[in-house]
């Protein structure tokens, strides 16, 4: 019954395209920029998949992006992931980019998005549209992020939203007011990572100095009933991400994820992958992995699509597509 959870129509709402960058591919481009990688080989790059906490995982992630140089590097990348993404029902796919991550090693910004933007461009021919979300580094300091933001404000073709990402504690969401105030104000979106290591003043940081539409992870808003209420009430949608928050450490086992009460809270939540090649799955496998642990029906699945699509950035016709085409999977026989 869930094994065709990877072809329900969907939208990834919560995927670093960095967190995209699979061992093969990134031999591949060190090669061909001629960097040597701290690794011997995909299998002992793989085996350095062990994290303890977020921060143990971001320093691998950050060390990684090194091979990524040029242009045609982020547009592979992103590629790499139209593919993939395809091939697992998503349909819809908002990419996070960490441009701090590149420009303070001396990458362009312009070649950063240049590349993404025809990665997503192409997705077209795959049925897939797609849009990018400029993240600030939360943990480095706002000049850094008031830079890239000068930049990219002069040209915000394939920028849907601004996102806030890094370590969370101890880097509260409001120094980064007024960059969202004046994005906001350009008409982009606003979304930002909270509650995933960081306790729900976190979430209410980015709600009340933000603007958050969204919030990504948002699990431990379950710990202030009056912050639920509000998020219930105001229909904020929560990107979970529950094959990241287990290899993170954000919770013990997929079998103790919050997941089924964020859902009897009435909360408005999607299931996502954030960081796929270093977690162990993309959209469609995460879904499949709660389907299975939490035994969800056909109807739930299609509940958990269905809110992917209306908490996207996408167009209402474009919304209306996917919607049509959840309500087909739904009335299919899975067997
Ligand atoms: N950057 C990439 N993945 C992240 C995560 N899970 N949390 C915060 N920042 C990130
Ligand atoms: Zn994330």
Known sequence: MTADALLLPKAELHLHIEGTLEP??????????????????????????????????????????????????????????????????VRHAELFFDAQAHTS??????????????????????????????????????????????EARRDLAGIVGVGLDSAEVGNPPGKFAAIYAEARALGLHAVAHAGEEGGPEYVWGALRDLGAERIDHGIRSLEDPELV?????????????????????????????????????????????????????????NLQAVAEQFGLSRGDLATLARNSVTASFASAQRQAELLADIDTWEAADGA
């Open 24 to 89: 093969e591919l990134a031999f591949e481009l060190a090669a061909r920029n001629g960097i040597t990688l701290p690794f011997g080989s995909v299998e002992e790059l793989r085996a350095a998949y062990s994290f303890t906490d977020l921060q143990s995982f971001l320093d691998l992630y950050y060390a990684c992006m090194d091979v990524l140089r040029t242009r045609e590097d982020f547009r592979d990348l992103a590629a790499a992931y139209f593919e993939r993404a395809a091939a697992e029902g």
């Open 105 to 150: 090693r001396g990458v362009a910004y312009a070649d950063v998005v240049g590349g993404l933007r025809d990665a997503v461009d192409d997705a077209a021919r795959l049925g897939v549209s797609g849009s990018l979300i400029l993240s600030f580094l939360r943990d480095a300091p706002v000049e850094q992020a008031e830079a890239v933001w000068a």
């Open 229 to 285: 209420r509000h998020l219930v009430e105001h229909r904020v949608p929560l990107t979970v991400c529950p094959f990241s928050n287990v290899r993170l450490r954000a919770v013990d086992t997929l079998a103790v994820h919050p997941l089924p009460e964020m859902l009897s809270a009435g909360l408005h939540v999607t299931v996502n992958s954030d960081d796929p090649a270093y977690f162990g799955g993309y959209a469609g496998q």
